[in-house]
């Protein structure tokens, strides 16, 4: 069975920006539907963008404008670049395709 790891957290001040990434191991393939989620402190989790095996991308109203999510299927690699980053997008971000998902990367945003 595959697994996803993500990596790229840590902490950063409102107007920052940071990198996520994750990669496919074993027999998953980031070429197929993938997907990034958060869990944020208080709140239900939220998934904040995907992208389709043909390369069509969604995002949610909370992050669109701001997150790119891409893949370089090369490195079996999907990334989240984040860009003005505010304290709501503090949470627990994990990357999925299907019924497997990684075990998360925090990200915190606080001056």
């Known amino acids: 069975q595959g697994q996803l790891v993500e990596s790229g957290g840590g902490f950063v001040q409102p107007g920052g920006t940071m990198r996520l990434s994750c990669t496919g191991f074993g027999s998953i393939f980031t070429v197929q539907y993938m997907e990034w989620c958060r869990q944020s402190p208080g709140k239900q989790r939220e998934c904040i963008a995907d992208?389709?095996?043909?390369?069509?991308?969604n995002y949610s109203g909370s992050v669109k404008g701001r997150f790119t999510i891409s893949r370089d299927n090369a490195k079996n690699t999907i990334y989240l670049q984040m860009n003005d980053l505010k304290v709501d997008d503090t949470g627990v971000y994990y990357c999925?395709?299907?019924?497997?998902w990684g075990q998360g990367t925090q990200v915190t945003v606080s001056s």
């Open positions: 999925g395709s299907g019924a497997i």
């Open positions: 992208i389709a095996p043909d390369g069509t991308i």
